[in-house]
């Protein structure tokens, strides 16, 4: 059973920065793409970013394009979410969330896919 714990969450300034971590236990990532959601109060919970099983493809909501940067280390069982120039709308419960997927041009957009999610961390931008 795969068990991924997020962490880095914390209040911030708008324009600061945060860097999420998502590790995993129980199994190795290596054949898994892993997502990044969001949820913020009163809102469904959307896909925010995606990295494929071995790191080689990545995607980007539009919204957050040029601002967050996802990274995976599977030799740590680790995938980072680097955010930067962080706005008031940002504001949300960030997950992970893996989703077993062993090719690495694809990672999915839709939260049916995942099939192991992290319990959130909570991500305030305010200044």
């Known amino acids: 059973q795969l068990q991924l714990v997020e962490s880095g969450g914390g209040l911030v300034q708008p324009g600061g920065s945060l860097r999420l971590s998502c590790a995993a236990s129980?199994?190795?990532?290596?054949?898994?793409?892993i997502g990044w959601f969001r949820q913020a109060p009163g809102k469904e919970r959307e896909w925010i970013s995606c990295i494929s099983s071995s790191g080689g493809s990545t995607y980007y909501k539009d919204s957050v394009k040029g601002r967050f940067t996802i990274s995976r280390d599977n030799a740590k069982n680790t995938v980072t979410l680097q955010m930067n120039s962080l706005k008031p709308e940002d504001t949300a419960v960030y997950y992970c969330a893996a989703d077993y997927l062993p090719v690495d041009y694809h990672c999915s957009v839709e939260n049916f896919s995942y099939d192991y999610w992290g319990q959130g961390t909570q991500v305030t931008v305010n200044s």
């Open positions: 129980g199994l190795t990532l290596d054949d898994y793409g």
